[in-house]
């Protein structure tokens, strides 16, 4: 299990260097966004590059960043019971949800988008719009992102057999969000 739990930390170190790649591209978006409109409206000079590469950044934002939301145990939960639960319940939750939805929906977009993505790197396809920007790394951010949060994904559950097994220490507290 210590080499289990090795591996997991390591996921959770390179997500959280993913989520600060993930905190700047939002920074980035938010300057380029804020320099775009001042030179569109007030020198009334545009381009389609200066948009597309907004939407680039974005797809960084949430691709880069949904693991270490994960790793936080900040993602988006269904909670009908799961804030009631006492003891190790909310553990074997996560661990189904996990094992049952997370893993093989990632498994199966990361397959699904790679292909895409090797196609826009063969042909270097371009957006088409005028002063577009190349496609393939804004998709690769796809298969990229898929992969690391099944990453992820093992780490947590990893880090929850390990916490049931009394070799790992984990905060379990769930707070519902204020809605």
């Known amino acids: ?45 545009s381009s389609n590059g200066w948009l597309e590469i907004q939407w680039y950044l974005f797809a960084a934002t949430v691709m ?26 909310p553990v074997y ?9 997370l893993l093989p929906v990632m498994v199966t977009l990361t397959y699904l988008s790679f292909p895409l993505f090797l196609k826009m790197l063969v042909t270097n396809e371009m957006s088409s719009n005028a002063g577009g920007l190349i496609r393939w790394p804004a998709m690769l951010l796809l298969p990229l992102g898929f992969a690391w949060m099944f990453l992820q994904g093992l780490s947590e559950i990893i880090k929850r057999v390990a916490y049931l097994q009394g070799k790992f220490e984990m905060d379990t507290h769930y707070e519902k969000p204020v809605q």
Not at 93 to 101: E, K, S, T
């Open 64 to 89: 880069l960043g949904a693991p270490l939301v994960l790793k936080l145990n900040e993602h988006v939960r269904v909670d009908i019971f799961y804030g009631q639960l006492k003891g190790n319940a």
């Open 1 to 45: 299990m210590s080499k289990l739990l090795k591996f997991a930390l390591g996921v959770d170190k390179a997500s959280q260097q993913f989520g600060h790649l993930a905190a700047f591209a939002v920074l980035a978006a938010a300057l380029i966004s804020a320099g775009n409109a001042f030179i569109r409206y007030g020198l009334d000079i």
């Open 93 to 101: 939750i996560d661990l189904l949800g996990l094992v049952v939805f």
